[in-house]
């Protein structure tokens, strides 16, 4: 059983930045695609940024302050996150599909609160 873990939530001001990383619990093989998605309260999940084949994608809410990285052999992906705004608030969960198992794997959100 593989376990995606966040970190790096937490509370900041507007403007300021910060980074999430996500782990696998072991060697995830076959990665197609890694990102991150986002819920608030009474919201549905949105995407935020995805590397799929190499290729990244954003929200368009946060193209040009958010950054998605990863490697894939390491199973970790990251996402820096800089001019947060108020809107920004939300539960950040990490996403991972492997093609070899068949499964998209999530962790279990990290909280990131930005305030005025």
């Known amino acids: 059983q593989v376990e995606l873990v966040e970190s790096g939530g937490g509370l900041v001001r507007a403007g300021e930045s910060l980074r999430l990383s996500c782990a696998a619990s072991?060697?995830?093989?076959?990665?197609?695609?890694m990102g991150w998605y986002r819920q608030a309260p009474g919201q549905e999940r949105e995407l935020v940024a995805r590397?799929?084949?190499?290729?990244?994608n954003y929200g368009d809410s946060v193209k040009g302050r958010f950054t998605i990285s990863g490697d894939t052999a390491k199973a970790t992906v990251s996402l820096q996150m800089n001019s947060l705004k108020v809107e920004d608030t939300s539960v950040y969960y990490c996403?991972?599909?492997?093609?070899?198992?068949?499964?998209?794997?999530w962790g279990k959100g990290t909280l990131v609160t930005v305030t005025s």
């Open positions: 996403n991972i599909y492997s093609w070899r198992d068949g499964k998209e794997y």
């Open positions: 590397i799929r084949e190499g290729t990244t």
């Open positions: 072991r060697v995830i093989v076959g990665i197609h695609t």
